[in-house]
């Protein structure tokens, strides 16, 4: 069995929660639903900080489409 991978909740921003993962310099946004796959994942430890209610504006970047790009 490999090590699973940890991860840290650091946010929660109305129904948006933020994981801290590996090797990712900004956090990354799930829903209640997907954060509940990786509780319940063998592959993944989630681990809360402190007060995740509480969390620095700079985890929550706003995305916006730029004009050179399309999808």
Do not use: C
Not at 9 to 19: I, N, P, Q, R
Request: hydrophobic share 35%; proline share 7%; net charge negative.
């Amino acid at each position: 069995m490999e090590t699973p991978i940890e991860l840290e909740l650091v946010g929660k921003k109305e129904d948006m929660y933020a994981l801290k993962y590996p090797g990712l310099q900004i956090p990354i946004h799930v829903n209640f639903e997907l954060l509940e796959k990786f509780r319940n994942s063998p592959d993944y430890i989630v681990r809360e900080s402190g007060n995740v209610d509480h969390h620095p504006e700079e985890t929550w970047i706003e995305l916006k489409q730029s004009q050179g790009f399309r999808a």
